[in-house]
């Protein structure tokens, strides 16, 4: 089964835009025959912003910034007896400064156009300014109202997907480094691939907090919450901060691995003992980190139980095989490296911070 994806809300935030400015028109132009009417339409059409909180903040920036230029030009026109070559030399440079002010954000680029609309028309009587503000103002409201009442966008797509793809892309890792661990000789190039992999799974948690805030963003003073029955609730920070360490841990794992193939003097190999051991410590990671539900509903009583079974033994075996880890430690007999010690220490935070995905969904 298919799930809509940004297509479609790239479509529906256009075709809600080009409606915005139709309707803005029809009453401003067609209606209304305002003087300035195609103030209006063009504020509205770019006003259906991504988030209605955004569209809210994109209308107090842009009408800020066009008051601003517009008694700009107007008093550089007094000023200059109507001269509209010597009143763009006064007025541009300070409106095209003003554009690059922070706090107006991309919308400091309507100060110098809304001068420049005002010197080329060379309207700028009290009653030109004031319908110039008033048709600004028509077109702002409309497109705040559009974008907040037609399909209001709410953006938890990318929260979803990354929080399932995180369990899925650690497990297949670990797995991996299960695998590649057993083999003899150990390949060095392989782990640095590894350690690759690693990396990206730390990007993928910088991902979904931006992503986090991005549907955060879309839930304020966004009525969809209320109007659409579709729209999902967004899921809890509290599995992104428990996934940010999962993901760190196993990084500092896998390069403490990849560190153990390289000539360092402060590194030795493992006892021989050691890598049969970390494989099934990795394995059974593995499979914990691929029987983690993303808050997923269980489809069913007998589903939740067998999944909850699942993970509590696959914590078992980890922590069993971390155990037989952490006794080569202990072991006379058994040559102990700075890189044993390293995988013990990494390995029991990493089972640390997995121990949470073993519980049940309601105890989660």
Not at 217 to 228: I, T, V, W
Request: aromatic fraction near 6%.
């Amino acid at each position: 089964m298919t799930t809509p994806g940004p297509e479609r809300d790239t479509t529906v935030q256009s075709l809600k835009a080009a409606g915005a400015g139709v309707l803005a028109w029809a009453l401003a132009g067609w209606w209304w025959s305002a003087p300035m009417a195609l103030l209006a339409p063009w504020t509205a059409l770019f006003l259906v912003q991504s988030t209605v909180y955004r569209s809210l903040r994109s209308a107090m920036q842009q009408f800020a910034v066009v008051v601003v230029g517009t008694l700009l030009a107007a008093g550089a026109a007094v000023l200059t007896g109507n001269n509209s070559l010597a009143a763009m030399a006064i007025v541009l440079p300070v409106t095209v400064l003003l554009s690059t002010y922070a706090r107006f954000g991309t919308q400091g680029m309507y100060a110098p156009t809304a001068a420049l609309f005002v010197l080329a028309y060379g309207t700028y009587s009290a009653f030109d300014i004031l319908h110039r503000l008033f048709e600004t103002l028509l077109g702002a409201l409309i497109g705040i109202a559009v974008n907040a009442l037609i399909l209001p966008p709410v953006h938890g797509r990318d929260v979803r997907h990354l929080r399932d793809r995180l369990p899925k892309e650690s497990a297949e890792l670990l797995h991996a480094v299960a695998d590649g661990i057993e083999e003899d000789p150990f390949d060095p190039k392989k782990a640095e691939g590894w350690y690759d992999r690693a990396q990206r799974l730390t990007d993928l948690v910088t991902n979904l907090r931006t992503a986090r805030r991005w549907t955060d963003e879309s839930y304020r003073f966004n009525p969809g919450r209320k109007l659409r029955r579709s729209v999902p609730t967004p899921p809890s920070p509290d599995w992104d901060f428990t996934w940010d360490r999962i993901t760190e841990h196993i990084r500092t794992t896998v390069r403490t691995l990849a560190e153990t193939g390289e000539d360092r003097p402060s590194l030795a190999d493992l006892p021989e003992e050691a890598p049969g051991i970390l494989a099934e410590l990795l394995r059974a990671a593995g499979d914990l980190c691929a029987l983690d539900e993303s808050g997923a509903a269980p489809t069913g009583p007998r589903d939740a139980s067998e999944t909850a079974s699942e993970r509590h033994s696959a914590l078992r075996r980890a922590k069993e095989a971390h155990e037989r880890l952490t006794g080569l430690l202990k072991d006379p007999d058994t040559a102990t490296t700075p890189a044993l010690g390293g995988l013990a220490a990494d390995t029991q935070r990493l089972l640390s911070d997995l121990t949470p995905v073993a519980g049940s969904p309601q105890e989660r």
